[in-house]
């Protein structure tokens, strides 16, 4: 893996010395115990070299095919040593300029990414232990001050839309208006097409029943005695 990824990013890669060196001699346990605790530098032609130069190249990579400009985003690498996992690298995307947009898909871009680096080196979850982000934007960042405490109560408070009920209106028995319907004699011109005697004999009926009950005083007399509904012979 390693001698493709320097292939493809152009690195030279170390050639044999003509005549073997004496081994060095091998350091103290304390020493080599020392020297994975506090890795700071990152040595030319080492596996974590070519990881830099990975990452960096997928960093470029993504800015270009989104759009940012180059210089808005930087990347270091930090290496760490954990003790459940070993030694490896850090990520830390670095934004130099201030832009609201970039920061509101920060971790979309992280996303993405992380997801290039893992298709082209399937083995980086190994060794990349993490990423983080630092604003380092100077004066291009206008907001300077924090603002009133008040501002992130509105920011966090539930937004509550009150249910608007209908209002209902009775109306007075008074205000309705009958409507009479004509009800179609055997002397009088044919109902019109689409109407049915039977039907406007039977609403007519049932309106003069109505009626009557209307006019009856409430005084605790009994309701007349209706006769029983029989369906209607309706022809079909």
């Known amino acids: 893996m390693r001698q493709a990824i320097s292939k493809l990013l152009g690195l030279k890669t170390p050639q044999a010395p ?59 690498m930090l290496v760490v040593n954990s003790r459940s996992r070993g030694t490896g690298l850090y990520v830390r995307l670095v934004m130099r300029h201030w832009d609201m947009l970039l920061l509101t898909y920060a971790h979309a871009f992280q996303q993405q990414l ?60 008074d205000a309705i208006t009958r409507v009479a319907v004509p ?13 049915d005697a039977e039907v406007l004999q039977d609403l007519q009926r049932m309106f003069a029943i109505r009626d009557a009950h209307l006019q009856q005083p409430v005084d605790g007399t009994p309701a007349p005695d209706f006769q029983n509904t029989e369906p209607s012979s309706r022809r079909v």
């Open 114 to 173: 992380l997801a290039a680096i893992t298709e082209f080196e399937p083995q980086a979850s190994d060794w990349l232990h993490g990423v983080s982000w630092e604003l380092d934007v100077g004066n291009t960042c206008p907001y300077l001050d924090m603002p009133e405490p008040s501002v992130w109560l509105e920011v966090s408070a539930p937004v509550q839309t009150a249910t608007v009920m209908p209002e209902v209106f009775l109306m007075p028995e």
């Open 183 to 195: 009800i179609a004699s055997s002397k009088s011109a044919p109902p019109a097409p689409g109407h």
């Open 18 to 76: 003509e005549k073997p060196a004496p081994a060095p001699a091998l350091p103290m346990k304390s020493e080599r115990a020392e020297s994975l605790d506090n890795p700071h530098t990152i040595e030319d032609n080492s596996d974590n070299a070519t990881r830099r130069q990975l990452v960096q190249m997928m960093l470029r990579d993504g800015l270009r095919k989104h759009g940012i400009p180059p210089g808005w985003v930087e990347c270091r």
